[in-house]
Every structure is written in structure tokens, then in C-alpha cells.
């Protein structure tokens, strides 16, 4: 089922986007990121970074618990996430989502990203679609990423119900966001059906 489908049957007033792997799949090296700190992160709390290589936790729950170590760490990992993502060497667009979101003028539109500012604003300006999103929050814009619900701080807005929005993402940290706030969920998988 595509999202217009889904959308028919389940009518929305509001709807968020995810950016990588949802909108287009950003081109960028991220099994190095953690190889670049994994010795900072280790002198900080060693155990964390385990869970992570045992695959307890993603590299999203990663960053969100050193993020809670310290105010240090919290700066940390956002200063180290913009230079990181400053490697993006291009990017491949999911068409179909993109055409939807250039062409639907009967939905507010919110774009809620574990990238930073500066490339969620490079990526879709450069689609043509960044005026398109009323409300745009980025890792830049928060102290903690998906899953952590604070994102959608940012966007709800009191009163509304929340049967009204639908979250479009790719990941079980979007899933997750959703499920913690208590929206509905639409899971885009294109970027996996192509590889």
C-alpha cells in the first residue's frame, strides 16, 4: 500500500516526514561514525558503546545516552554529528514521496530528522520542497533524537487531536517515536527494496 492508499483509508490532517530513507537516502559513510570516537566514548561509559556493538541499542540510542552523560557530551556529539555529516557526497530521492509532497495541498506538512540543520536545509532545497514543511526539526534543533519523542515537542500543537497525525519514516527509531507520543505510523521501505 502507498501512501495516497493508506491516506484514503486513513485520513490525516497533519502529516511528518522523516528525511533519510524516507525522503531520499543521504550518501554517507555511517559505519565509520562511531569508529572516529568510539576511544572518547569509552573513556566517558565504555558500556554503552558495548550494548551498542552487541546490538542492543542503535546508533540514535547511542548518541541519545552520552547526550544524558553531560551537557559536554550533549555538545559533543552535535558538534561531531555537523562535521560528520558535512562527508555527504550526494544523495538518492524516493521519487514518488517527493512528487507527493511537491503536489499535496491538503495536508500540513512537518519534516522530523536525526540529521542536522544544515543538511536537512542543503538537501531539500536543493528538491525544491523546503518551503513545503511548516515546521522543519533537526538533531540541531533538540537535545535528543528519534526515538526520543522530543522532536514532536516541537511540532504538536495543544488540543489537536492526535489521531490527526501520521508519521512517515523508515526506522524502528521512527516507529518507536510515533508509538511514544501515540500517532499512527506509515513505513516507507523503498530505499531497502532497491538495494
Do not use: C
Request: proline share 3%.
Amino acid at each position: 500500500m502507498n501512501l495516497e492508499e493508506y491516506l484514503e483509508k486513513n485520513p490525516k490532517k497533519f502529516l511528518i516526514f522523516d528525511l533519510d530513507a524516507t525522503i531520499l537516502k543521504l550518501r554517507l559513510p555511517w559505519p565509520e561514525y562511531i569508529e572516529s570516537i568510539k576511544n572518547k566514548l569509552r573513556t566517558v561509559d565504555g558500556s554503552i558503546l558495548e550494548r551498542f556493538y552487541q546490538k542492543q541499542i542503535s546508533q540514535s540510542e547511542l548518541q541519545n545516552e552520552y547526550s544524558k552523560k553531560s551537557g559536554a557530551m550533549m555538545s559533543f556529539i552535535k558538534t561531531y554529528t555537523e562535521t560528520f555529516e558535512t562527508q555527504l557526497s550526494g544523495y538518492d530521492v524516493n521519487r514518488a514521496i517527493i512528487d507527493f509532497i511537491i503536489h499535496d495541498n491538503n495536508h500540513i506538512l512537518y519534516l522530523w530528522s536525526s540529521n542536522t540543520r544544515e543538511t536537512v536545509n542543503k538537501v531539500l532545497t536543493q528538491e525544491n520542497i523546503l518551503e513545503k514543511f511548516k515546521t522543519i526539526v533537526s538533531a540541531t534543533d533538540v537535545d535528543f533524537i528519534k526515538p526520543n519523542p522530543e522532536g514532536f515537542s516541537h511540532i504538536y500543537k495543544e488540543g489537536v487531536d492526535l489521531k490527526d497525525y501520521l508519521f512517515i519514516g523508515d526506522s524502528k527509531a521512527d516507529r518507536e517515536a510515533s508509538e511514544s507520543v501515540g500517532i499512527d505510523f506509515f513505513e516507507v521501505n523503498y530505499f531497502r527494496l532497491i538495494a
